[in-house]
């Protein structure tokens, strides 16, 4: 399978996109203005500052539940902020996120048979571009959700299966190669559970390749499903060792019902609000979300992809299929079979799997920019020209940009620096400084702005509540409230009074507001008070 073209003209110009690509799409992350979501304020400054630093058993449960996921990807991003004015910190993201488009333009570009090489060139350039350019993709690129980096590990793990897609069903099998094309999709499972999606939707495509007998059809995904599980070894193997050694539990707190670590409650800790849980539901789903966003999300977007892709999938392939031997229909040669199958299978059993175990549409990212090219290739199951089969290609993706609104996580104008403080803290005693979190605002990315000396506990949150007797935490929180001998302070969002009056009534603190500072981070628009508490005597 060709993924360059041999044409020199041709190949120019593909490396044109290839380079210009991601640097397009760096700039335009640029545009539209620094990032300041609620997980990065929340969890992914905080988790790559305290992995980095070896500060986890420091700073209890600062970000809250997501205080246990896997800093992989946030270690490289803390540094960067560190290190890099903000504005090439949010290049950098959007040029690693313009890469989706990048690996789209190399698959459209083995997958579709389109006469002339430079004419070839323009049409899966302008597919990538679409690809890439969906609501969902565009409302996070150059912020730090991960989810348009995660995706480059399905689709490179794509890429590398249709690579060898002659050997699939004839020749010696590529055991070895199909270990390989499972290791990007695996390490970003590994890193975030939810990419096992996309493993799943590739390994079980690779059931369906034609012309195989039954023991090469099973071995071809057996090989995948091991570079996959040698995938999620390499990025999650350690941080699973490390909550087995801290909470017994390698998922925790995830699937704590089946493990039952101390250290949490006996629940799954999954989110399961967006599953939709009848039959109705499911069937109307990618409706219910296109015009609902709140349905798998928390941002208004639109963008109709995935639910053109549900109704225009299944009608043209019934058509054809009805058309082809009922009425002689001929169809466009435009794509490869063997590779066009693969590709529209993993995309019809990723979101069916994708809409049973999660509903997010964060989740869906990858498959917003894969499903591009099964519209494209559906289009061609139906009785057209080739030339009309591209008018109907440009005008269906033309239709569905200009329909399309990209969701907004929140963004602030772009600072110097991107983490930081806009008020310093000043502290007589910060070796003896300690800081009790309150509420569930996000307020962990002003930890790393303290002085060093400075220790944070986080009674309150929505992992935990000091009322809960079922918690190995709140004990050990307790006590170190109590034995701790130096100032104490309170810190909450502004408006989180009432929370953080609740964590503090299971303590002998009571908070002094004559006396409150206020806070702000350079990525926040909500001040966040500090307060010094004070003892009941004789408690």
């Not at 869906?364 to 920019?369: G, H, Q, S, V």
């Not at 199951?381 to 033309?398: E, F, H, K, T, Y």
């Not at 806009?422 to 300690?434: G, K």
């Not at 502004?494 to 350079?522: I, K, N, P």
Request: hydrophobic content about 50%; proline content about 8%.
């Amino acid at each position: 399978m060709t993924f360059l073209p041999r044409d020199p003209q041709a190949r120019l110009l593909a490396w044109a996109f290839v380079l210009l690509a991601p640097a397009a799409f760096g700039a335009l992350a640029l545009a539209f203005g620094m990032d300041a979501n609620w997980d990065l304020r929340n969890y992914h400054y905080f988790n790559g500052f305290a992995a980095w630093h070896g500060l986890y058993d420091r700073h209890l449960l600062a970000s809250q539940t997501p205080f246990f996921y896997n800093p992989a990807l946030d270690v490289p991003l803390y540094l960067l902020m560190e290190h890099l004015p903000a504005r090439a910190v949010g290049f950098i993201l959007g040029g690693l996120h313009g890469l989706n488009a990048v690996l789209m333009f190399l698959i459209a570009h083995g997958v579709l048979r389109i006469d002339g090489p430079r004419r070839k060139v323009a049409a899966c350039a302008a597919l990538a571009a679409f690809a890439a350019l969906g609501g969902g993709h565009l409302g996070i690129l150059g912020t730090t959700f991960h989810d348009n980096i995660f995706s480059l590990g399905a689709l490179l793990s794509l890429l590398l299966v249709l690579a060898r897609r002659e050997r699939l069903a004839a020749g010696p099998l590529p055991w070895a190669w199909m270990v390989l094309a499972g290791l990007p999709v695996g390490i970003a499972a590994g890193i975030k559970q939810p990419l096992a999606v996309y493993a799943l939707g590739l390994c079980l495509a690779l059931l369906l390749v034609p012309g195989m007998g039954w023991m090469r059809r099973l071995l071809n995904p057996f090989f995948f499903g091991i570079g996959v599980l040698i995938g999620i070894a390499i990025g999650g193997g350690p941080w699973m060792v490390y909550l087995w050694q801290h909470y017994g539990n390698p998922l925790f707190p995830y699937f704590n019902d089946v493990f039952r670590s101390p250290w949490g409650q006996p629940k799954s800790y999954r989110d399961v609000g967006f599953i939709p849980h009848t039959w109705c539901e499911w069937v109307f789903f990618p409706f219910t979300f296109a015009f609902t966003p709140y349905k798998t999300g928390e941002t208004i977007f639109r963008e109709l992809r995935i639910p053109l892709a549900f109704v225009l999938i299944p009608l043209a392939f019934a058509a054809s299929w009805w058309g082809v031997r009922r009425r002689g229909w001929r169809l466009p040669d435009v794509a490869e079979p063997v590779g066009a199958r693969i590709v529209v299978a993993m995309a019809v059993i990723a979101y069916i799997v994708w809409v049973r175990l999660f509903a997010i549409y964060r989740y869906a990212i990858p498959l917003e920019i894969l499903v591009a090219l099964p519209l494209v290739l559906a289009l061609a199951w139906l009785p057209l020209s080739r030339r009309a089969w591209g008018i109907a290609s440009v005008a269906m993706c033309g239709a569905l940009l200009l329909a399309m609104k990209p969701g907004d996580w929140q963004r602030v104008p772009w600072a110097d620096r991107y983490v930081g403080l806009t008020t310093p803290v000043e502290l007589a005693e910060p070796d003896r400084t300690l800081v009790i979190m309150g509420g569930y605002a996000p307020t962990s990315f002003l930890v790393p702005e303290f002085p060093d000396g400075v220790r944070f506990l986080r009674p309150q949150s929505n992992f935990t509540h000091p009322e809960y007797h079922n918690n190995a935490f709140n004990p050990l929180i307790a006590r170190l409230i109590r034995e701790h001998e130096g100032p104490v302070f309170a810190l909450f969002q502004d408006g989180d009074q009432w929370h953080m009056s609740q964590a503090l009534g299971y303590t002998d603190l009571h908070m002094d507001e004559r006396d409150c500072r206020r806070v702000r981070g350079t990525i926040s628009d909500v001040d966040v008070l500090m307060c010094p508490l004070l003892r009941y005597p004789g408690r």
